[in-house]
């Protein structure tokens, strides 16, 4: 099975700020991660797919970039709509695997 | 426009089986070779975990960890897909979430069902 290992669980930021979030594979899943948006009591909402392809509707301050196996999630400066989980996931293997999340808490 | 809606008990007891159905509008199960149906679950205060998903053509994939207890189907005259869990225990009270994956594309999601798991 594929492993991906999110970082940091929990980052502390402010209103503004650039943040990014990691996600690293344990081994090769091309461009086939995505990333998503969670809030308390929500399902988590699509932002990123394909790495760097940013969904319909998502605002631009988010992006998505790789260097192999290493996949970034970063918010250019952050609103307060952002404080939320986030979470990667790779759909490279037949069975998908999610990271363990990142909390973005206001500082 | 696509909207995904889980439907079942909320409240099932330990050892029985857990039984989920996923009401699919705005796309068919059957009819699209580049969309495929997931289930997925988040414990309360954890994170997601995938369950297993379903291609058009039938074929299943789950979650080793799970593997031996869960079975994902397809219903194509009710466009609907359903999920099964057996000898269940508290560890499987979760909110439960179907969702479509888009070949290239990530998941767009329902709006998620709370199973608890209690005697």
């Known amino acids: 099975d594929i492993q991906m290992t999110q970082s940091p669980s929990t980052l502390s930021a402010s209103v503004g700020d650039r943040v990014t979030i990691t996600c690293r594979a344990s081994q090769s899943i091309s461009s086939w991660l995505a990333w998503y948006q969670q809030k308390p009591g929500k399902a988590p909402n699509l932002l990123i797919y394909?790495?760097?392809s940013l969904e319909s509707g998502v605002p631009s301050r988010f992006s998505g970039s790789e260097s192999g196996t290493e996949f970034t999630l970063t918010i250019s400066s952050l609103q307060p709509d952002d404080f939320a989980t986030y979470y990667c996931?790779?759909?490279?293997?037949?069975?998908?695997?999610f990271g363990q999340g990142t909390k973005l808490e206001i500082k | 426009q696509l909207q995904l809606q889980e439907s079942g008990p909320g409240l099932v007891k330990p050892s029985e089986t857990l039984s989920l159905t996923c009401t699919v509008s705005g796309d068919s199960i059957i009819s699209s070779s580049s969309s495929f149906w997931v289930w997925i679950r988040q414990s309360p205060g954890k994170g997601l975990e995938w369950i297993g998903i379903?291609?058009?053509?039938?074929?299943?994939y789950y979650n080793p960890s799970l593997k031996s207890r869960v079975t994902i189907s397809g219903d194509t005259s009710r466009n609907q897909f359903s999920l099964k869990v057996t000898s269940v225990t508290a560890a499987d009270t979760a909110v439960y979430y179907c969702?479509?994956?888009?070949?290239?594309?990530?998941?767009?999601w329902g709006q998620g069902t709370l199973v608890t798991v209690s005697s």
């Open positions: 969702a479509r994956h888009s070949y290239g594309v990530g998941y767009h």
């Open positions: 996931q790779q759909y490279s293997d037949y069975t998908h695997t």
């Open positions: 379903l291609y058009y053509s039938g074929t299943t």
């Open positions: 394909k790495a760097s």
